[in-house]
């Protein structure tokens, strides 16, 4: 079976964000041919990647946008340029050879206005032949070593994100972490205090300390992608099912998905920032919900 195909993407919809960019481009692609146990692209396109052929167009509708998005600079996003994630339904960086990456790189390069933006689990050092000039924000995705095997398999290892900071900054990407999801279990803060501690290290030894900003999102998991995972063995759900201190929550764009809840969130929150803020008070935190 051909896991990718080419199509010709359709819609040319150009969504508000306002977290980790200003805006959401079209895509570029869509699914993912990683199997996270919690990624939300699994529960609408459980294999396979489709990647659009006419990226061309992408771009046009992203150019026309950003001459005349009404967003006021500076913001969280950035300083200057209208910001436009260009993968949020699948991995850029894993998926780039399917793309016509340098071309779209050299679009956002060039644009005055406008600037890229991705989160990965995968460090494509293909990637570092090209100098974006600080056009392309890459968002290396961060969590627990331990939790990334069983939930993130077969995806970089945490190790080696951290070490592609300064590889990324020098090449001439903005680089940014994604702290997302964060996942609540037993003893899980003092999981996520000794990755601060790591990032620290890194850091220093790397020298890239005050030059990265931070984002967090804490867990949203799905009712069937809990029953797809339970019934194809993919491991994680007792880290990611906790009926207990989650509650159902429709997103902004309709769809109804378990969070945790109310009562307990703005604790895990506050506790997840002190902690964060103990170990790496130089980082600043774009978000956190």
Same mark, same amino acid.
């Given at each position: 079976?051909?896991?990718?195909?080419?199509?010709?993407?359709?819609?040319?919809?150009?969504?508000?964000?306002?977290?980790?960019?200003?805006?959401?481009?079209?895509?570029?692609?869509?699914?993912?041919?990683?199997?996270?146990?919690?990624?939300?692209?699994?529960?609408?396109?459980?294999?396979?990647?489709?990647?659009?052929?006419?990226?061309?167009? &992408?771009?046009?509708? =992203? /150019?026309?946008?950003?001459? $005349? @998005?009404?967003?006021? %600079?500076?913001? #969280?996003?950035?300083?200057?340029? &209208?910001?436009?994630? =260009? /993968?949020?339904?699948?991995? $850029? @960086?894993?998926?780039? %050879?399917?793309? #016509?990456?340098?071309?779209?790189?050299?679009?956002?390069?060039?644009?005055?206005?406008?600037?890229?933006?991705?989160?990965? %689990?995968?460090?494509?050092?293909?990637?570092?032949?090209?100098?974006?000039?600080?056009?392309?924000?890459?968002?290396?995705?961060?969590?627990?070593?331990?939790?990334?095997?069983?939930?993130?398999?077969?995806?970089?290892?945490?190790?080696?994100?951290?070490?592609?900071?300064?590889?990324?900054?020098?090449?001439?990407?903005?680089?940014?972490?994604?702290?997302?999801?964060?996942?609540?279990?037993?003893?899980?803060?003092?999981?996520?205090?000794?990755?601060?501690?790591?990032?620290?290290?890194?850091?220093?030894?790397?020298?890239?300390?005050?030059?990265?900003?931070?984002?967090?999102?804490?867990?949203?998991?799905?009712?069937?992608?809990?029953?797809?995972?339970?019934?194809?063995?993919?491991?994680?759900?007792?880290?990611?099912?906790?009926?207990?201190?989650?509650?159902?929550?429709?997103?902004?764009?309709?769809?109804?998905?378990?969070?945790?809840?109310?009562?307990?969130?703005?604790?895990?929150?506050?506790?997840?920032?002190?902690?964060?803020?103990?170990?790496?008070?130089?980082?600043?935190?774009?978000?956190?919900?």
């Amino acid at each position: 079976m051909n896991l990718v195909t080419q199509v010709s993407r359709k819609s040319m919809l150009i969504r508000p964000s306002g977290r980790s960019t200003d805006y959401i481009s079209p895509s570029f692609g869509h699914g993912c041919l990683y199997n996270c146990s919690y990624c939300y692209m699994k529960r609408n396109k459980p294999t396979g990647l489709s990647i659009a052929k006419n990226h061309g167009d &992408i771009l046009t509708a =992203i /150019s026309d946008h950003a001459w $005349f @998005a009404d967003v006021e %600079k500076p913001n #969280q996003t950035h300083e200057e340029y &209208i910001t436009y994630d =260009i /993968s949020c339904n699948e991995d $850029f @960086a894993l998926h780039a %050879k399917y793309h #016509q990456w340098e071309r779209i790189f050299d679009f956002f390069t060039l644009h005055p206005r406008a600037m890229a933006s991705f989160a990965t %689990k995968y460090v494509n050092e293909d990637l570092l032949k090209f100098n974006p000039q600080g056009k392309v924000r890459i968002r290396f995705s961060l969590m627990p070593e331990e939790i990334r095997k069983i939930l993130e398999p077969n995806t970089s290892s945490i190790h080696d994100r951290l070490s592609a900071v300064r590889k990324f900054q020098d090449a001439g990407y903005d680089v940014h972490l994604n702290f997302s999801p964060v996942v609540v279990f037993s003893g899980w803060l003092e999981y996520y205090r000794m990755l601060f501690v790591e990032i620290d290290a890194f850091a220093t030894v790397c020298d890239w300390k005050n030059t990265v900003k931070a984002e967090v999102i804490f867990l949203t998991h799905n009712i069937d992608k809990h029953v797809y995972n339970v019934t194809h063995d993919i491991p994680g759900e007792n880290l990611l099912w906790r009926p207990e201190i989650q509650e159902k929550k429709t997103s902004q764009y309709g769809g109804v998905n378990l969070r945790y809840n109310r009562y307990v969130k703005p604790q895990y929150i506050k506790e997840f920032t002190e902690t964060f803020n103990a170990t790496l008070p130089w980082i600043p935190i774009r978000y956190i919900f």
